[in-house]
């Protein structure tokens, strides 16, 4: 049984699978918002210590056009961050669970500053934590914050959600013969040149001795519960 997970939640996770121009909002969608913090809520209920980094992939995705600065796009992606955050927060509280947001950058009236010192006792105390602001750093991925988080916070695993099974040895959605790898270290996946996650992440993970990377569909949120229960669902990456 894990005691500290990192779970790293994309944003698309709380977007609209679909959307209509009479939709209050087109980046959040409140049935897959509570679902999120169910799943989230659910995981901490197991006796599990909970810190969520935030992706911002329903508000902002890059740059719109090869003009733009891409320091500012990063900057825009990390306020997205936030946002989901804050969403994730609410909906986290009026499941009568407390959760606190910290953030890569000084915003104290909405968040907490992060230091890792003081989420590791939030975590302590018993809350769910919400790491926002990425990295705090343009280039840097949320993948590469969800891994330089667990380092800080000494977690047990990393849970990294995608739309596939897990880690394959190619693009499963270009090539229909690709093969799902079950176990695969750190560096193997850093030599094969694997995307699941950025190869700054699994360096940094590989640096810094995190026990295991666990990959697997997120599409379905349960899953999150089977892989920390012990199932043997995705891939594990480990050192």
């Known amino acids: 049984m894990y005691k500290r997970i990192i779970l790293k939640l994309s944003g698309e996770t709380l977007a609209p699978e679909k959307f209509s121009p009479t939709d209050a909002s087109h980046s959040f969608d409140a049935g897959r918002v509570d679902r999120a913090a169910k799943a989230i809520v659910a995981l901490h209920d197991l006796g599990v210590q909970v810190g969520v980094v935030m992706g911002g992939g329903n508000i902002w995705r890059g740059r719109f056009t090869e003009a733009m600065n891409p320091m500012l796009a990063d900057q825009m992606g990390m306020l997205a961050t936030i946002i989901n955050a804050l969403c994730v927060q609410d909906a986290i509280q009026r499941l009568g669970r407390k959760a606190t947001v910290f953030t890569a950058q000084e915003m104290t009236r909405f968040a907490e500053l992060y230091r890792a ?38 977690a047990d695993a990393v849970f990294k959600g995608t739309t596939v099974d897990g880690v394959y040895d190619s693009d499963p959605r ?31 993970c590989l640096d810094q001795h995190i026990p295991e990377i666990r990959v697997f569909n997120m599409d379905d949120l349960d899953n999150i519960l089977r892989v920390a229960r012990g199932e043997a669902i995705g891939t594990v990456v480990h050192p």
């Not at 003081?118 to 705090?136: H, P, Q, T």
């Not at 690709?178 to 030599?191: F, P, S, V």
């Open 174 to 204: 270009k090539n229909p013969q690709a093969k799902l790898i079950a176990d695969i270290t750190y560096q193997q996946t850093i030599d094969m040149g694997l995307k699941v996650m950025d190869t700054a992440a699994f360096q940094l």
């Open 117 to 154: 010192d003081r989420a590791d006792k939030a975590l302590n105390d018993g809350e769910i934590v919400l790491l926002s602001g990425g990295s705090g750093n343009p280039f840097f991925t949320t993948d590469t914050a969800a891994a330089l988080r667990a380092a800080e916070l000494r």
